[in-house]
Structures are given as structure tokens and as C-alpha cells.
């Protein structure tokens, strides 16, 4: 098991499946929500979404052991309203001397806020149970945009200029990213990358380049999709942007209006 002192200030640095000494609990970490929990016995989803606690018996006889979640518990028993997402197996197991179980416990979030609970393990005869304090951040792929609208100022023909959209993550999960319908802009501009990885709240330039090739005015859209890494088809709603440009050209009859 992972061991930390304390949590870190920085939200960029994130704790995955850790034990935080300063608060006494095991942090599992954000995880992407949604996720079917049927699937759980599947070694992909248990290296993400389930630890392994191991639980010795130190004592000088065999024990009964049961393990529960105190949210299951009711509320005048110390319970909570709400449906938990961890899971416990086993349920219950019998201990010879020395022996070790591997207790697995699983985080199903369904929604992108943090949930905490208990492991609470009961022996046979032992008034007094064990509980470990659990949490999980259900979390979802979320990414800002630096404008709405790339406006590139008016451009005489043959002029050539650059702006920058900067994405953002927002969330604590990496994130896949495209910006789709590109292939329809006008020839007069370039998009310098079109699809790639966010990692938890970085930041990422994407430069947009207008040549100014005909007189003509241009307002295009391009679309941003961003979604899961894990193929799960969890998804940002796609985001509009708009590129606003327009190339012109001097006659020689404004020229001389000009002088």
C-alpha cells in the first residue's frame, strides 16, 4: 500500500489508491464515473477500480471475520442515505492462525462528486470492529476553451497570420480531445493539430493560421469533442468554435482615395 505524510496543495499533483497518514483514510483517487460494476472481475477494471487490503490474523486462534461498509449500515447504527459505490469481497471468511486474506474493495462512482465511506471489519466474539475510512472522487471529462470565437484581424492578400486556442482541462482525469470538421474549413486555413491527450488540468496551444489567398470574408466552425481515455464513450458536450477572418485587397482607385 501507498503511503503519504499529507495531500499535496497542488490539484495537480493527484493521490491515486494511497493511504494519507494526516487524515487517516485510504484515497482512492478520481475515477471516471459511470462504469459498470458487473464488470468488475475483469483484470483491466480491477488494476483501476478496486485496492487489495490484507487482513492477518495476529491472534493465537482461528477467527470468523465479516466485512461491510458502514453506509450499509442504518442510520442508528451510523449509516448514510444514498447508494455507496465501493464494494467489499468477500463478504465473510474464516481466519486460521497467521493466514492472510486478500480483501478487495471496489469504487463504482456514478456521479462527479466525492464520495467517503467505511471498510468495517467484524470478528466472531469482538464487540470492538475495525474501520478504515475510504474515498473516492467520481469525476468526468471537462475542457475550456480560450475563446468562443478565433478572430483574426482583417488581412491584405498574401498576408499570412496566427492565432492560438488554448484548451484546458478542468478535471482530475486524463482526457482524449478532437477538434472535428477541420477537413471542411476553406483552404485559407490551418489547423496545426487536431486531436491529442490532456492529462489533469494542464493546458494545451493549438495554432490556427489564415492566409489571406482570395478577397472574401470567412466565419467557419469547427468542433470541439472531448471524451474518456478509457473508450467508455463518457463525453463533454461538444463545443462550437468559430473562426472569424477576412482578407481584402487594394484597388488602385482606393489607393488613390487613400492618398
Known amino acids: 500500500m501507498n503511503i503519504k505524510k499529507a495531500r499535496p496543495a497542488e490539484k495537480e499533483n493527484i493521490i491515486v489508491k494511497s493511504y494519507i497518514q494526516s487524515e487517516s483514510l485510504f484515497e482512492f483517487g478520481p475515477l471516471l464515473i459511470k ?7 475483469d483484470p ?3 488494476q ?9 490474523n495476529n491472534g493465537k486462534y482461528a477467527v470468523d471475520a465479516s466485512f461491510t461498509l458502514k453506509s450499509t449500515l442504518s442510520l442508528e447504527e451510523g449509516g448514510q442515505e444514498g447508494k455507496s459505490p465501493f464494494i467489499i469481497e468477500p463478504a465473510e471468511a474464516t481466519l486460521s492462525v497467521d493466514e492472510t486474506l486478500q480483501l478487495r474493495v471496489f ?3 456514478t456521479e462527479a462528486i466525492l464520495y467517503t465511506d467505511q471498510v468495517v471489519v467484524l470478528l466472531k466474539d469482538n464487540p470492538n470492529p475495525v474501520c478504515l475510512p475510504i474515498q473516492c472522487l467520481g469525476a468526468k471529462p471537462s475542457v475550456t476553451v480560450s475563446h468562443d470565437t478565433v478572430l483574426f484581424e482583417r488581412a491584405l492578400l498574401g498576408k499570412t497570420m496566427t492565432k492560438t486556442l ?3 482541462s478542468t478535471c482530475p482525469i486524463k482526457v482524449n480531445w478532437r477538434l472535428k470538421k477541420t477537413e471542411n474549413l476553406s483552404q485559407e486555413f490551418t489547423v496545426a493539430k487536431t486531436s491529442g491527450t490532456l ?3 494542464k493546458e494545451e496551444g493549438i495554432d490556427i493560421t489564415f ?6 470574408k470567412f466565419l467557419e466552425t469547427i468542433v470541439l469533442e472531448v471524451d474518456d481515455v478509457e473508450a467508455l464513450g463518457i463525453k463533454q458536450e461538444d463545443k462550437n468554435i468559430q473562426l472569424d477572418a477576412e482578407a481584402f485587397n487594394i484597388t488602385l482607385n ?3 482615395q487613400l492618398d
Open 35 to 41: 462504469k459498470d460494476a458487473e464488470k468488475r472481475q
Open 199 to 201: 492529462m489533469p488540468f
Open 44 to 46: 483491466t477494471v480491477q
Open 166 to 168: 488554448t484548451l484546458t
Open 254 to 256: 482606393e489607393a488613390m
Open 211 to 216: 492566409k489571406s489567398i482570395s478577397q472574401k
Open 107 to 109: 469504487a463504482f462512482p
Open 48 to 56: 483501476v477500480n478496486s485496492t487489495v487490503f490484507q487482513i492477518t
